[in-house]
């Protein structure tokens, strides 16, 4: 069974996905010469001359073959009772990010991150393409070379992939920041987010790093501790949009972040969930894109996932202060 | 460093609270004989004739020794820049359950686990009367007998303990949920959690168990495997106004449930957090007060922590059916 459900109370789709366990693999289907062992390709980057959904690519894109979300059966919004529920209608590909079994961003060159946001921008704008999509959210898993996996995750592929989801309706999350957009852009005519990066650019006390079109800080009330935000410092609703020269520049960023972050964090994992306008009628020029980060340092004890309120024991300053020192 | 900061695009707090580590205690403060070790209790139960502060007591409430929250210096409400701050102002207490170093609540009697109801009781209502506060938050992590303590975890105290919490503004889960009780009450002029408990008696697909009082079940969108609600079947706002013969029930339904998810997750941590209405001008009477619990079953992988979407790989009428089943 794999469905949406709506909370009936707080009215926010929750997926229910009890798909059959994945197994382990015996070799690893993201390897080059195993192009065989997933779906052909949505996108390539690859040399010339090589073929098609064979060997000889850079970065390649592929429906995942346990997908959250798919298109076979359409929307299907029903009443269950008073709930509501749908199909997990959507689009779930994986970017699979370079040919090397074992290499991490901090390991790889520039031009490889580039071509790595350069399929997330031109997937971006190709899923859009189908207009019952609400939102394209990026995210990705980064493994240090010492990371200790544990039993529970051992199902997971790991050569460098990270994911690329097309829903159908727009997450909590993303929601509430529009909500909080809209209500400051109400007040004050201005971006909240621009305002944000101007204080932190004036005080530089959570400030990790900064490059000619983006800003790395830890923010003023970071929920996790070295929660960190990459953020364009001139405003920018849509991820998709980004030049070439933003490209290069935000390789840039992402590797000297992901460096600082690895070498601080030789065991943890580290997540991003890259934030950017809804599509179709809920695109909002009010928006600013940003990508958020978090090294998964412990299990949090807090009660957060019943309350909502967070209790972060690393201070945003000690945070930035660590992470700009680390070279 | 222990202070709020509000986050300020989804304008929620969050407590930034770099105190010093505990450290690791050679004997425990919380077993009889050591009542010395804590401050001075604010609610006890003891065999008459017994001590102040001294053994013989059944239940224990005395103020954290590491507070999250604290008097000490009022709300101090400022501004740092276009952020919004406060002191971590609030009261934070401990309810030492049994004076048993080691007693889970199913191997507890009936009368035990009554008394640690009287003693959340008591002092929510004893708390309100500082009218700064605008919730009191209830949860406890119960730990099986079997356990494993991973190593960020060392520094807890075993004694079984719960946490009462008083704090100066409304947790960002409880007022959502107070928005959604609002708006269908608007709508259909009913309360949204009585139509829940009526749909869930009537399809009997989600329900663990029943007692005179309360309902035990697994909720139609849960968002985590094994996430199970205890809710007072008739309306109810206002947990602390809980009558005697309500609280028999309900310890009666706590055992049960809490033995059921012993007994399928031995070597889980069950959180639970205990939703009541806000008090003073944000009292409600539309609100209907729940538990929610969960079985902390493996660190989840989903991107929830970045965008408020759940993936639940148990389907919860799944969940039902394997509690309901234990004994």
Known sequence: MSELRREPVLRRWVAISTSPS??????????????????PETFVLRETGSRENGPGWWVRVVPNQYPLFRLEGGLGKRAEGMYDMMNNFGAHEVVIETPEHQQTWPEMELGQLERILQAYCQRSLSLRGDNRFRQILITKHHWGPKHHWDPTLEHLLHHPHSHIVA???IPARIEDEIRGVLEYQQRKERCIYCDIISQE????KRVILETDHFLTFAPYASRYPYETWVIPKSHFPDFAMLSGSQVTDLSQALKAIYTKMQKAFEEAMISMVLHTTPLQEFYRE????????RARLARPMGFEWGTGFFI??????EAASVLRDIQ
């Open 22 to 39: 994945k197994g382990k693999k015996e070799t690893c289907p993201f390897c080059p010469g195993s192009e065989g062992a997933t779906p």
């Open 312 to 317: 972060n024991y690393v201070a945003p300053e």
């Open 201 to 204: 650019l004036r005080a530089q």
């Open 167 to 169: 829903m159908p309706f």
């Open 286 to 293: 009010e928006y600013h894109w940003h990508i958020e980060l």
